[in-house]
């Protein structure tokens, strides 16, 4: 029983720096994704698409002047990132507030939809945070050793976990706030109401 309940905790564990997908997106439609990030984390989003055709049931290579236009907004609603990229891209932005950011991804061409019925095929992987850093390029730009390399993974992973933390205090008192608000609105509403039903009692007694 504890080996199979060790393997389901690593097997979560890892699941949550999985953020790999595909979708399917037809012409002129958009798709929207959300991701909770804390206050000041890097996100780094790999897509690459594909046509679908329908009939032959297999993906085919997308035209080259395919463009994608991918908008990010902030959690007020700002838009953060708004950019054109081709057929292949890799998009970044980092996160100035903590919450749930919107990712939306659609073509502005519609010349695949001469092609196997306009149907595309996104490959999309979201990293966030220490994940989204490449460290072999950064050990190769900044010419660090395998021990500064490990340091700087170490920091930067005890530097996101810090986030994390404030984020979850973040998310712990919007919630405790909203249950305020709730709680509140519980105790005033059969008080408003019985007040509701004397004053119309009131006014029948006097139109008597």
């Known amino acids: 029983m504890q080996p199979c ?11 949550c720096f999985v953020s790999s997908l595909y979708f399917r997106l037809r012409d002129a439609e958009v798709k929207c994704f959300r991701e909770e990030i804390p206050d000041e984390t890097l996100l780094l989003g ?3 698409t594909q046509v679908y055709d329908q ?3 297999e993906s085919l290579p997308a ?13 007020d609603d700002k838009v953060i990132l708004s950019r054109q990229y081709g057929s292949e891209g890799r998009f970044t ?3 100035h507030t903590p919450g749930e950011h919107q990712i939306c991804l659609h073509s502005n061409s519609s010349k695949f939809s001469l092609f196997a019925g306009g149907m595309l095929r996104v490959h999309l992987d979201i990293q966030v945070g220490e994940h989204a850093n490449n460290y072999a390029e950064i050990a190769a730009k900044d010419k660090l050793t395998e021990l500064q390399l490990r340091v700087r993974q170490l920091v930067e992973q005890v530097d996101q976990i810090q986030k994390e933390q404030n984020y979850q205090r973040f998310r712990e008192k919007y919630f405790q706030d909203v249950s ?5 609105w519980i105790f005033w509403w059969p008080v408003v109401r019985s007040l509701y039903v004397v004053a119309i009692i009131t006014w029948h007694t006097k139109s008597w």
């Open 5 to 15: 309940l060790l393997t389901v905790l690593l097997l979560n564990c890892f699941c």
């Open 46 to 48: 790999n897509y690459q």
């Open 55 to 57: 009939q032959r049931a």
């Open 63 to 75: 035209p080259r002047d395919l463009r994608i236009l991918v908008v990010a907004k902030d959690p």
């Open 93 to 95: 932005f980092t996160s």
């Open 180 to 184: 305020h608000s709730t709680n509140m």
